[in-house]
């Protein structure tokens, strides 16, 4: 397998450099490899960290910027970061009104994040408080993680955070609507064929030529069944009715969603997958007040797609109405 | 080779459908391939529009939006848009100012722009320029064209274009930035792995495990060389040497570079690719004012990249500068 990369083990240390050089907003705390905004700590003002393994971008460090996030710690690749490194990412935002972490439901992240809160209240005396997102329908107790696994819904909670943070809220309100958002999105993946991490060199997992994965995770962890090759219009009816039916949103209600690409696949096809998902939809009932197509927490070379849906209220629709500017997700005035 | 579509004639019109339903300001002209602001035309504006086949998404209604294109032809795959739809277009996007063409150097493209313009000055008196994009620096006379192609440099010349267009300009000014932007322009490709259309469902060409192509074209049109896997730094010095080469920029110039996707190929490694890119420009002498990383103008599913690099002037930067708001692209004010 062939990949625009040069000593594997220096692919995340590369990339982060190639980032924070693109995006002069960025800024990459000496020594580690994490990525804060350049202006951090924002003094008045809770700062939105998150953090995990890499090879799921522009997730994490690209939702930096102001409206959403204050930092991002990036593990090796499909790896935790370590505690030493969220302590530091913790302390260098915090603006003195505290700290507030969204984490991925996998095992090694929400362990490593408790550790590192822990040593920040310890040695900075930082508030902190987390949300653990777990929008994943597909599965419960998966490889890496018990319960529900966190995938792209986390972006939403990553919107609705910032926002929160950015018009002067406290730690306790951050965490309200981030648990809120958290309680009403639901993810389904496919896959239609492996990643390939840059160190092992060959796809993760074995998937044939006319075979393709239903409910896959975001490191290529088990999804619900293989089956033979469907049509997107197929796919799509199976992810998204396996999100309706977990999230149930009440008849009428206004939805946002998401077609995620997982890093293989080009936009063309997850436009096409949006186009059903959208008919779909509105043959439901619901009214889409917003729909994102593109690759926003990617798989490295996966290919295939994840459908996202978020069940709104007014406030979560003014929250992913507020600008926002970063790298990966950009909301403008009006 | 396994797809998220349906049946592979439906492509382009389903991902159009899906375009148009994730953003509410686009609007499809009704019966065509044609995509425009949903409140084209724009009165006492000129209108700015481009076409081409269809594959190379977000290029090209993914541009569409306020400072860039008013509206975009999609052709089949890899396939010229008619000279009817273009011509309906263009007469679409006329408010009364007239219509600015981008047209990027392929021989069918441009044939059928030409045809398309002395149509709409027949049928509808509307007054018509363009320009003929030729960024890469790879080749002369390739397949499909004579001098050279027109790839991701293009996003610049929509974007100075649009900006120009967006303040008032008439035709003439506007002709004048697209053309200085494509002279100061130059882009050169890489392919891993080669595309695979939808129709075909194979690979366009063949590529060994251990090879790769330089100068590759946005349709897998023959290269430079077909040399063995190099690193991520040894490609970007080869593709960033061959167009520094060509465009030979001032001692100290400032520049703007885009690291473009061709689709198959994650964020990760484009970042890795920006870090060298940067690196190398700075050991030159030569300033980026603005690095983009991301997916421009794709090959389908191909794996691989070009390196763009366009050498600035003031007007160039104030133009870019200008606020956009596009699916593809956002430039927000300050």
Redesign the interface.
Known sequence: M?????EPDA?VD??????V??HPGLRRLEGTEVVVRADAPVEGKVGIVTGGG??H??THA?YIGDGMLDGAAAGEVFTSPTADQLSEMIQACDGGEGVFCVVKNYEGDVMNFETAIEMAEMEADTDVEYVVVDDDVAVEDSLYTSGRRGVAGTIFVHKVAGAMAHRGADLAEIERVAEKANDRVGTMGTA??SCVTPEKGEPTFDLG?DE?ELGIGIHGEPGTERTE?M???E?TDHLAEAVLEDLDPAEGAEVATIVNGM??????????????L?ELLEDRGLE?WN???G?YM?S??M???SITVLELDDELKELLAAPA?TPGL?V?EG
Do not use: F, H, W
């Open positions: 062939k990949k625009l990369i040069n692919v590369e990339m982060l450099e190639g980032m050089a693109a890499s090879g971008e522009p690209g239609l064929t030529e393709i090759v049509s997107a219009d796919i890093g293989g696949t080009p936009l063309m096809e997850l436009y096409v997958v949006n186009r059903r959208q889409t729909a994102r197509v690759d990617t490295l070379d290919m295939g797609c500017e950009t403008t």
